[in-house]
């Protein structure tokens, strides 16, 4: 891997020297464990005239989930306690002889920028952007693997969940289980915050569950993911407990399925970002559900959870290969329930067989 972490940082140094900046200074975790291979607690990467560096307040994790570092870079921790790395890389940055040095100022806090300037008063700070987010919005197959058997655990731990009794238990039980089996088999972690809803808080995005307990009849949607090495999936599903679907379940099911599968059937390299949410979004809102809808159809995921591209009406850029999103409809009505699907796909052109669907639990509408 240390080819692959060399020339993404190679990647980023032609941006910065392309903006008139010879150094770089890259603070976002996530973005440092993507050039890095791994990103200890308050660790920042410099890319330097002369070499690029790992700073760290302290010896980096040693676990697995948390990355190693890329043996080509060196690593140097702070001399003692209560120093901040970022600065101490622009003083090193500023070392090396350079005029400028990019910074991620979406990332940076206003005190922590002041405090980089006052060490560095002849250093031109110049903003980095979101350089290396864009860099990440391309994966490459290793990446791909990684998401891959995040979902295949993601798969796992919601199918044995609904092999289990559900009635009488609560959301925040549920919830529990589904992040523990996730460990179970293998995952770092989750992906983020379990979110299970039922009866009228079913398909509800972003739900926090509560004590509600599980009952007959309900809605039931559940949406979790599993991080595998640093990398993280999303599955979203939604099913009937107890007893066969009334009418109007059905009759929601079914929108809310022909909106993801257009969405997902949209996937293509080249194809707009907004043509994929408008896809997924006409077929809802022709059935008179525009007021209901979420403002996005989904997003891209990876080393987070929320990254770009976002599919939106509004949002600009067209899709590339293999590029991992989320398809994720839904439609909630206040007081009665509602359904939520959601899969992560790769993004694949026709002579690759088209988008790759990572998350495979049926999307039948299933009585539990």
């Given at each position: 891997m240390s080819e692959v972490y060399g020339a993404r940082r190679s990647r980023l140094r032609e941006r910065c020297q392309a903006s008139g900046s010879a150094s770089a200074l890259v603070t976002r975790p996530a973005n440092v464990r993507y050039l890095a291979?791994?990103?200890?607690?308050?660790?920042?990467?410099?890319?330097?005239?002369?070499?690029?560096?790992?700073?760290?307040?302290?010896?980096?994790?040693?676990?697995?989930?948390?990355?190693?570092?890329?043996?080509?870079?060196?690593?140097?921790?702070?001399?003692?306690?209560?120093?901040?790395?970022?600065?101490?890389?622009?003083?090193?940055?500023?070392?090396?002889?350079?005029?400028?040095?990019?910074?991620?100022?979406?990332?940076?806090?206003?005190?922590?920028?002041?405090?980089?300037?006052?060490?560095?008063?002849?250093?031109?700070?110049?903003?980095?952007?979101?350089?290396?987010?864009?860099?990440?919005?391309?994966?490459?197959?290793?990446?791909?693997s990684c998401l891959r058997i995040?979902?295949?655990?993601?798969?796992?731990?919601?199918?044995?969940?609904?092999?289990?009794?559900?009635?009488?238990?609560?959301?925040?039980?549920?919830?529990?289980?589904?992040e523990r089996r996730l460990v179970d088999h293998g995952a770092d972690g989750p992906a983020f915050a379990t979110s299970v809803g039922t009866g009228p808080n079913a398909g509800r995005r972003g739900h926090r569950p509560t004590d509600?307990?599980?009952?007959?009849?309900?809605?039931?949607?559940?949406?979790?993911?599993?991080?595998?090495?640093?990398?993280?999936?999303?599955?979203?599903?939604?099913?009937?407990?107890?007893?066969?679907?009334?009418?109007?379940?059905?009759?929601?099911?079914?929108?809310?399925?022909?909106?993801?599968?257009?969405?997902?059937?949209?996937?293509?390299?080249?194809?707009?970002?907004?043509?994929?949410?408008?896809?997924?979004r006409q077929v809802l809102d022709s059935a008179g559900y525009a007021e209901r809808l979420p403002a996005l159809t989904g997003h891209g995921v990876g080393l987070e959870i929320d990254e770009d591209p976002q599919l939106a009406p509004a949002a600009m850029g067209k899709l590339d290969a293999c590029v991992p999103v989320t398809v994720e409809p839904g439609v909630h009505l206040p007081g009665r329930g509602g359904v939520r699907i959601d899969d992560t796909l790769v993004v694949r052109p026709e002579a690759d067989g088209g988008p790759e669907l990572l998350t495979i639990t049926t999307k039948e509408l299933l009585a539990l």
């Open positions: 291979g791994t990103a200890p607690h308050g660790a920042v990467l410099m890319l330097g005239r002369t070499e690029d560096l790992l700073l760290c307040p302290g010896p980096p994790d040693d676990r697995p989930a948390e990355g190693r570092p890329d043996e080509a870079l060196r690593v140097q921790r702070l001399p003692g306690p209560g120093g901040d790395p970022a600065v101490a890389a622009a003083g090193l940055a500023a070392a090396q002889g350079g005029e400028s040095l990019a910074v991620e100022e979406h990332h940076l806090t206003v005190d922590r920028y002041r405090a980089i300037r006052s060490v560095v008063p002849r250093l031109r700070l110049a903003d980095l952007g979101g350089g290396v987010e864009q860099l990440r919005v391309v994966k490459d197959e290793e990446e791909i995040g979902a295949e655990i993601a798969d796992q731990a919601l199918g044995e969940l609904l092999e289990s009794i559900l009635v009488g238990r609560t959301e925040r039980h549920l919830a529990l289980e589904l509600r307990r599980v009952e007959e009849g309900d809605f039931l949607s559940v949406c979790l993911g599993a991080t595998y090495r640093g990398y993280r999936c999303e599955i979203g599903r939604t099913f009937v407990i107890g007893t066969s679907p009334a009418d109007w379940q059905i009759e929601l099911y079914d929108l809310v399925f022909a909106a993801q599968r257009a969405g997902r059937e949209a996937l293509a390299p080249g194809i707009a970002y907004r043509d994929v949410d408008r896809a997924a």
